[in-house]
């Protein structure tokens, strides 16, 4: 490609937003989904979780020229809706938008929409669940791959670029375990498509493990790139594609302390 590349970074992050089909967990009505998702302790648990790994994440990207997005739902209590106001000030860039419920894939265009600015060339948007956490170079990173791919498969259409080495932090009877995986299909976490300006697709298109049924995609397998809870109110189960715990407790925590906003002390007091 010729001309110069401006390409706009933009994130997302759903905050108990109720999408009237974005659930693995079936609600009878969009109330009962809203009594589930607001219950106080839940969203204390929710809070503490974005606290501890998703916003120092963000925050310490070594690259904090990008956009994020932060979804929620009209019904967000309005104290938990000044909380997260107050929380995500210190980002460069936060947008808070807040909607009525609508269709998943409906509801994520209508709030990149705000976002994207004038100017660019291109957009690449990128998804982090709120209890999720991505690696202090991501961005940096992800706009490198963006801009080399741009070059080799050109921008016709949409491109995906993901991220398969992590960390899962699970929490359960046991107590809390952190444990090394290298998925095979991508995950959600940082998964992020590229697209020319003013192109309706992002990457909420399709669903994380069949994007690259649709759309060119590059993984990056070797860099650790997230840290994945697990924990008693996800969504969707731990089901990994690929391989895990080939890393000892010593080296797991060399790596956090080196690529991540956090230690394996911290994240054992979960």
């Known amino acids: 490609m010729g001309a110069q590349i401006k390409n706009q970074i933009i994130g997302l992050v759903r905050f108990s937003y109720p999408s009237r089909n974005g659930f693995s967990k079936e609600f009878p009505t969009l109330g009962e989904l809203q009594s589930f998702l607001y219950d106080p302790e839940r969203l204390e648990r929710r809070f503490a979780l974005f606290e501890m790994l ?14 994020c997005v932060f979804l929620v739902g009209e019904g967000l209590p309005p104290d938990a809706l000044e909380h997260l106001r107050d929380l ?3 980002l460069a860039k936060p947008v808070i938008v807040q909607l009525e419920p609508l269709p998943h894939y409906a509801a994520t265009k209508k709030a990149f929409k705000p976002a994207t ?16 956490a991505l690696d ?7 706009k490198h791959i963006a801009d080399r ?13 993901g991220f398969n080495r992590g960390f899962f932090l699970e929490t359960g009877p046991k107590g809390v375990e952190i444990y090394d995986v290298c998925e095979r299909l991508p995950l959600g976490i940082g ?13 909420f298109a399709r669903n994380h493990r069949f994007v690259s049924q ?18 008693r ?3 969707s189960g731990t089901h990994i594609t690929g391989q895990s715990r080939t890393m000892s407790e010593a080296d797991i925590a060399k790596v956090l302390a080196k690529n991540f906003a956090t230690s394996m002390q911290q994240l054992k007091t979960v």
């Open 54 to 67: 998703t916003l120092p994440s963000l925050l310490a990207q070594r690259d904090p020229d990008f956009t």
């Open 117 to 132: 600015a004038a100017g660019a060339t291109h957009v690449t948007t990128f998804r982090l669940d709120d209890d999720d």
């Open 214 to 231: 649709f759309f060119n995609t590059y993984t990056d397998a070797v860099t650790p790139s997230f840290i994945r809870s697990v924990h």
């Open 191 to 203: 998964l992020a498509m590229v697209r020319r300006s003013g192109e309706p697709h992002n990457i």
């Open 149 to 161: 791919l741009l070059h080799v498969s050109g921008d016709e259409t949409p491109l995906v670029i």
């Open 233 to 235: 109110d996800n969504d």
């Open 88 to 90: 995500v000030k210190p």
């Open 136 to 142: 202090l170079g991501y961005v940096e990173r992800l």
